[in-house]
């Protein structure tokens, strides 16, 4: 159904230090840059190794905010290590915890997951859903 999402970010070498720590884990890697110190409109795209982007964060420094509650993305990890890997790594790298890796029987027998809020306050998921 989606194509991409594109976050705005208010610091984007923050916020690739980030990116690139949290979505390593999940093995997503970055696929394309615009990166040009001191200007505006800067971006990096993330996805599979050779592939698209399926993620995009750009620089918007001036009135950046996260959408309100209930919205977050959800990335699919291809491990429960690798959620915990992402969790770990967010934590790291200037996140904060919105709830450690766990079975989420709730949302099913093999849900698995941990949520975390990047350093611009977007929520954030990594999800395995299946028997390992």
């Known amino acids: ?24 884990a999940l093995s997503y890697v970055r696929v394309w840059e615009d990166i040009r110190p ?9 996805g599979h190794p ?24 959800a990335f699919a990890a291809p491990s429960r290590q690798a959620v915990d890997r992402f969790h770990a790594a967010a934590i790291a790298h200037g996140g904060s915890d919105n709830d450690r890796p766990s079975l989420r029987p ?3 027998e093999h849900y698995y997951a941990a949520f975390v809020i990047d350093p611009d306050g977007h929520a954030l998921e990594a999800v395995f859903n299946s028997a390992e």
């Open 1 to 24: 159904m989606l194509h991409h999402a594109s976050l705005g970010v208010s610091d984007i070498e923050r916020s690739a230090a980030f990116y690139d720590a949290t979505l390593a």
């Open 38 to 46: 001191g200007q505006t409109g800067q971006a990096i795209g993330y």
């Open 50 to 73: 050779g592939g698209g982007d399926k993620l995009a964060i750009k620089h918007r420094p001036d009135g950046q905010r996260p959408p309100g509650p209930g919205f977050h993305l």
């Open 106 to 108: 709730h949302y099913g």
